[in-house]
């Protein structure tokens, strides 16, 4: 499934369903609801920042896929 294909079938889901994909992906990498950093209010620019900065460096994506 290619990039375009993905965002249209994420885009096709629920509510509902998008949360349970999200969250299953999170637990198939450790990741668990909540588990940020102690008492860091994260407010969306911040957020999207980070991920912008995260797909300008490929060997940075491969480690957080990795973790």
Not at 5 to 34: A, D
Not at 42 to 62: G, K, M, Q, S
């Amino acid at each position: 499934m290619n990039k375009e294909e993905r965002k249209k079938r994420f885009k096709s889901l629920s509510s509902i369903e998008r949360q349970e994909l999200i969250l299953t992906k999170m637990k198939s990498l450790g990741i668990e609801v909540g588990s940020g950093i102690p008492n860091k209010k994260y407010d969306n620019t911040e957020v999207i920042e980070l991920i912008h900065i995260a797909n300008c460096f490929p060997e940075l994506r491969e480690k957080i896929k990795n973790i």
